[in-house]
Every structure is written in structure tokens, then in C-alpha cells.
């Protein structure tokens, strides 16, 4: 089946200006997270919805990043106001819940962002 | 805070033999641990994950072994081949279904 998708796959903008970024999830799953990867470093937790449940923001690292998640599957994540060190790969995951186990996260290609 | 630690950023091993990546994590409450690769441009793909009950899950060429004494988990690959070569993340979690605390990943590189 279809995996997750997001888009576009590479952003090129100016400082200061507003940026969207688009996932679509695994149809069926409830979960969906949002984490980055800067250059050579790791990847880092920024945000997770879980079905109606409030999200969980803890890792996003200032007010200028939100993210909602429409109808319980489409989710955008929008970084206001963009600074240089925002340059990313941003990626989106989704999982199931359906009980037992943990639930592995599946991810998507990525949104490469490069602030100028 | 690196909760999650891959101390190694890059490994080279030759064709056939075996390769193994090790984590360390410092926080106990971490109840499930998984691996990912991932290849240049594309996301993180799922590989094999463990509970924190058990200490050894394997799955085909790929073995995961954890010792919650040492907080150190390892993945083994037997044997490697060419088409192993990519980044590993080993990642923990701290309930079901929750955030993933990555590590910084380790480059393999398996030579013909």
C-alpha cells in the first residue's frame, strides 16, 4: 500500500518568510510525528498527534514552529518567520495503534528545507 | 542531553563478514528499542526492535542484543553485504506508541 508522503520535497526560502510543509500518513494510522535532521547530526523529536489527544509539542524548539493535524490525517507543519539554522531535512512518520506490541513508526521521504 | 549515544560515526567492514553497531542510553525508563537505515534522500526504514523484557531478537541476516545492565544495545549483521551500506539509527522508547529518542547514527560501509 501507500506509505507516507510528504511535499514538497525541496523548499528554498528567504529568511523571514513563512514556510508550509505537507504529510499524508498511512491510511489507518492514528499516530503521526514530525522530527528533523539537521546537517550531520541526528533526528531530532519535534512534534506527535495521537488520534484526538492533544499533541504532544514538547520538542518543538521555539513559537515560530506549529503543526495541526486536519481530520486526523493530513498534517502541516509551519514554520514561521524562518531563520538559517531552520535549514532541514523535516520528516514526517505515522503508526498504527491497533493493540498490542509497540508500534513501529514509517517514514516519509522528507521535506529538505534550505533557508537563504 | 544525548539520552540515546552511537559513539561510533562510521564503521567499514568487509563483504560477508559480520558488522556490529552498538547504542548506550542513560535513561532506564526506556521500555522498546529499534533500528532504522537510512539510505541518502530517503527516510528512515524500519529494520528490527526489541523490548526491553527480552535480550536478543532476530531476524534473518539482522540480530539485536540488549543488556539493560550496561544500557547497551547492538546490532549484528550476518553476513554483511554491499547493499547494507547506509546509516543506522538506533532509537528508544519510552511509552508504547510514543517519540523516538534517536542517536546520531553510524555510517557502514561493506566493501566488495
Known amino acids: 500500500g501507500a506509505g507516507v508522503s510528504q511535499s514538497p520535497s525541496n523548499k528554498v526560502t528567504e529568511k523571514g518568510k513563512d514556510v508550509e510543509l505537507r504529510c499524508d500518513p498511512i491510511?489507518?494510522?492514528?499516530?503521526l510525528y514530525w522530527y528533523r535532521q539537521s546537517l550531520g547530526q541526528g533526528l531530532e523529536f519535534l512534534i506527535y498527534f495521537q488520534g484526538n489527544s492533544a499533541p504532544d509539542k514538547s520538542g518543538l524548539p521555539s513559537d515560530r514552529f506549529s503543526a495541526e493535524r486536519t481530520g486526523g490525517s493530513v498534517s502541516t507543519l509551519t514554520i514561521q518567520r524562518t531563520q538559517q539554522e531552520d535549514s532541514a531535512v523535516y520528516l514526517c512518520a505515522s503508526s498504527s495503534t491497533l493493540a498490542g506490541g509497540v508500534y513501529e513508526q514509517y517514514f516519509g521521504p522528507g521535506t529538505r528545507l534550505t533557508v537563504t | 542531553d544525548q539520552q540515546v549515544k552511537q559513539n561510533s560515526p562510521s564503521l567499514s567492514v568487509q563483504e560477508g563478514r559480520i558488522s556490529i553497531l552498538n547504542c548506550d542510553y542513560t535513561?532506564?525508563?526506556?521500555?522498546?528499542f529499534l533500528w532504522y537505515k537510512k539510505y541518502p534522500a530517503e527516510g528512515p526504514t524500519f529494520l528490527i526492535s526489541?523490548?526491553?523484557?527480552?535480550d536478543k531478537n532476530e531476524d534473518g541476516r539482522f540480530t539485536v542484543f540488549l543488556n539493560k545492565s550496561a544500557k547497551h544495545l547492538s546490532l549484528h549483521i550476518v553476513p554483511s553485504q554491499p547493499g547494507d551500506s547506509a546509516v543506522y539509527f538506533c532509537a528508544a522508547i519510552q511509552n508504547q506508541g510514543g517519540k523516538l529518542i534517536f542517536g546520531q547514527g553510524t555510517e557502514l560501509s561493506v566493501k566488495p
Open positions: 491510511s489507518g494510522h492514528t499516530a
Open positions: 526489541i523490548s526491553s523484557i527480552k
Open positions: 535513561n532506564s525508563m526506556f521500555d522498546y
